[in-house]
């Protein structure tokens, strides 16, 4: 049988906040005594309004924050790696294996096609070009996203047509932990319903994924677990 | 005594400690050390005048130090240091191991000379010999390059901005180089070109496993190819880390000036 320890995220006394040097050095706190863990398999969401630091919890999380204080411990195979003091290439392989991050707006290359966006992810953990394309023609199918707009770069497609493709790209490969930034902001109710799907079928491969979403049915339909973010409000 | 074996992926490339380079009084570069590790693209941004070029001509052997020292994994793994090697060796490594790809291809290129020439020249300086095989590898490249094959007996004269870049860069890479220096590559070009030739970089690196260094003062150029950033100001690394961290995080108040001056289309 397999030892591969269960918790897979474990946040401990995290804090953030923004020194804005350009406004004269003002400290704007976002959240401080951050503590969570999220287990194989589960699904947490972040809750709480616009601005309690749902988001910057994420993005720590995926190094793309720093944080100011606090340990983020990450289970790569048989190895602990706390995000908060990596290396730059420790972070870099954690983000090509292990860790997935699917975000609220996709940021388009110019002259990239459509499915190639989607099938890197697949490429850069080694799979065949051939196979990376059929999957993410697959996978761009069930989302909807018309085959005539598979070829083009998405620079130019609609903002839920963008989103789709975005969504694609974030669940097309393997991490056994997803992070997930409002991923059915501007989608419809089918394409939500496709969203609850491939989370479902992500926890039944054992992700771990931590959320935030906005849209009570679908949150009602994944979380495994509601944090709320106002709870870390920092105390300022 | 037999060596450990060791895989070179998990040793740097490149290692650079407390380079400097003073200009009389002035400062070029100071104190810079960085480690670059194989198939990793590190961008050094700051405005003009910031020593990114300094530095860059200091780590290519272009400009001699005033102190410091900057070493090189060779492909027998051993870790030299360039100052210390001859100036033959040196040569060598520059025509076999690295490229160099100028902000001006007119620097980079012989205009006088045909594309294949060009590209064909950098093989024969590495022992290539037959003329059929030097001539269906430069074709081979210009393809790549995207370049269309009947180009391949016109100087680079002939050819556009956006063309003799992209001829330069395969000047550069035909040899299978494993470290590849930049200044500004995409510098002057119109942003339809950019992005073509930024696509074809993208590529490229990706695909030969490249490890590039490159000076850019445009953020998005840094986003887009690098994994790692140095924000340079007045001579100092004054910021450096992942490049979506120090763009989306930045720290030091000269790098929040940047990031936030970027202009949103």
Same mark, same amino acid.
């Given at each position: 049988m397999s030892n591969t320890?269960?918790?897979? =995220? +474990?946040? &401990?006394?995290?804090?953030?906040?923004?020194?804005?040097? +350009?406004?004269?050095?003002?400290?704007?706190?976002? =959240? *401080? *005594?951050?503590?969570?863990?999220? *287990? /194989?398999?589960?699904?947490?969401?972040?809750?709480?309004? &616009?601005?309690?630091?749902? *988001?910057?919890?994420?993005?720590?999380?995926?190094a793309n924050y720093r944080c100011q204080k606090g340990q983020i411990l990450i289970?790569?195979?048989?190895?602990? =790696?706390? /995000?908060?003091?990596?290396?730059?290439?420790?972070?870099?392989?954690?983000?090509?294996t292990t860790i997935g991050y699917v975000s609220q707006f996709l940021r388009a290359i110019p002259r990239v096609p459509a499915l190639t966006l989607v099938a890197e992810p697949l490429m850069a953990q080694g799979v065949a070009e051939d196979e990376a394309f059929e999957r993410a023609g697959k996978l761009l199918s069930r989302l909807n996203v018309p085959e005539r707009l598979w070829q083009l770069p998405p620079a130019t497609f609609s903002g839920g047509e963008q989103q789709r493709v975005n969504i694609a790209r974030g669940?097309?490969?393997?991490?056994?932990?997803?992070l997930l930034d409002e991923p059915t902001a501007s989608l419809d109710a089918a394409n939500r319903? =496709?969203?609850?799907?491939?989370?479902?079928?992500?926890k039944q491969q054992g992700v771990a994924m931590v959320g935030i979403l906005h849209d009570h049915d679908v949150r009602d339909a994944i979380a495994d677990r509601i944090i709320d973010v106002t709870s870390f409000a920092s105390a300022a | 005594m037999?060596? %450990?074996?060791?895989?070179?992926?998990?040793? %740097? $490339?490149?290692?650079?400690?407390?380079?400097?380079k003073l200009y009389g009084g002035r400062i070029g570069c100071k104190d810079v050390s960085f480690d670059l590790y194989p198939g990793e693209v590190l961008a050094i941004v700051g405005e003009s005048g910031s020593g990114k070029t300094? $530095?860059?001509?200091?780590?290519?052997?272009?400009?001699? %130090?005033?102190?410091?020292?900057?070493?090189?994994?060779?492909?027998?793994?051993?870790?030299?240091? $360039?100052y210390e090697m001859s100036e033959a060796e040196r040569r060598m490594l520059m025509r076999t191991d690295w490229g160099f790809v100028h902000q001006h291809p007119a620097d980079g290129l012989r205009m006088t000379v045909s594309a294949g020439a060009n590209v064909g020249e950098r093989l024969m300086a590495v022992g290539a010999r037959h003329y059929g095989n030097i001539r269906d590898t430069a074709t081979d490249w210009l393809g790549r390059v995207e370049i269309a094959e009947d180009r391949i007996d016109d100087d680079p004269r002939a050819f556009s901005g956006g063309m003799r870049q992209r001829l330069q860069i395969a000047r550069n890479l035909v040899t299978g180089p494993r470290l590849v220096f930049m200044d500004e590559p995409t510098g002057g070009l119109d942003v339809s070109v950019q992005a073509r030739l930024l696509d074809l970089l993208r590529g490229l690196v990706a695909d030969l496993g490249l490890s590039v260094i490159i000076v850019t003062h445009d953020l998005a150029v840094a986003r887009l190819l690098s994994h790692r950033i140095l924000v340079m100001r007045h001579g100092h690394v004054i910021e450096s880390g992942l490049t979506d961290q120090v763009l989306d995080d930045p720290q030091e108040s000269y790098t929040q000036l940047l990031v936030s001056s970027i202009l949103q289309p």
């Open positions: 320890p269960k918790t897979k =995220v +474990l946040v &401990s006394d995290l804090a953030k906040s923004f020194k804005m040097h +350009l406004q004269g050095g003002l400290e704007i706190p976002v =959240v *401080s *005594s951050v503590n969570f863990s999220v *287990s /194989v398999g589960e699904c947490v969401v972040l809750g709480g309004p &616009s601005g309690s630091g749902k *988001s910057s919890i994420l993005k720590m999380i995926y289970t790569d195979g048989d190895e602990i =790696v706390n /995000v908060a003091d990596a290396t730059p290439r420790r972070i870099i392989r954690l983000r090509e669940f097309i490969a393997h991490y056994p932990i997803l319903a =496709v969203v609850v799907e491939l989370v479902e079928e992500k | 037999s060596l %450990p074996i060791q895989s070179t992926e998990d040793l %740097p $490339l490149l290692q650079v400690s407390n380079t400097t300094t $530095l860059l001509n200091c780590l290519a052997t272009r400009l001699t %130090p005033t102190s410091g020292s900057v070493n090189y994994r060779n492909r027998m793994g051993q870790m030299r240091n $360039l």
